[in-house]
């Protein structure tokens, strides 16, 4: 992926527009409290928190093509979908994110370049891409690199002529 770019559905920033970005993220995305109040109690009760809100992702951007205003509103409305949103400095990462808050722009001389920022709103964790992997018989270690309880889909395809017996699948959790 061209460096300085974001991924937007099909369309590259860089490749595409002409887009160049500078990237800011969070370490992760903000833990939902599940706290109450007990009146004469000092503190709040933690019932213990388990699950993530949406995350930001914030990204600087100068568009660095002359562009008509015409021509930038189309580069606009394929922003305006939600859709996988890929960073130059993680391709093989992904979130699904959308815009909701419009930002300013700045434009420059003649439309020689435009200066925006985009708040995209997204699920709290990224995405890895979908691994297909074939089993054979006995252990078969599946690589997950992520850092989140994700759910799993297994499919088990008989590729042969003869009939699959004795299944056994075995999940192990990270710890």
């Known amino acids: 992926m061209t ?26 995305p903000p833990k939902r409290a ?3 109040t007990i009146p004469g109690r000092s503190g709040q009760y933690d019932y213990g928190a388990n699950c993530w809100d949406e995350r930001t992702l914030r990204l600087e951007c100068r568009l660095e093509r002359q562009l008509s205003k015409s021509d ?7 922003l ?5 949103l890929r960073l130059w400095n993680e391709p093989d990462k ?9 930002g300013e722009v700045q434009d420059y001389f003649m439309e020689s370049a435009r200066d925006f920022e ?14 297909q992997t074939p089993i054979y018989g006995g252990r078969n270690a599946i690589k997950y ?3 989140a309880e994700t759910p799993c889909t297994i499919i088990l395809r008989n590729t042969s002529t003869s009939n ?8 192990v959790k990270r710890s």
């Open 145 to 147: 690199a992520g850092t």
């Open 34 to 36: 599940r706290k109450i």
């Open 94 to 102: 992904y979130y699904i994110a959308e815009l909701y808050d419009p």
């Open 3 to 28: 460096g300085d770019s974001f991924q937007f559905g099909t369309k590259n920033s860089v490749d595409d527009w002409g887009i160049r970005v500078i990237a800011y993220d969070f370490l992760m």
């Open 118 to 131: 985009l708040n995209f709103t997204c699920e709290p964790f990224a995405y890895g891409n979908t691994i």
């Open 80 to 84: 305006s979908r939600k859709r996988g």
């Open 164 to 171: 699959i017996q004795n299944i056994k699948i075995t999940a």
């Open 72 to 78: 930038f509103r189309e580069i606009i409305y394929e």
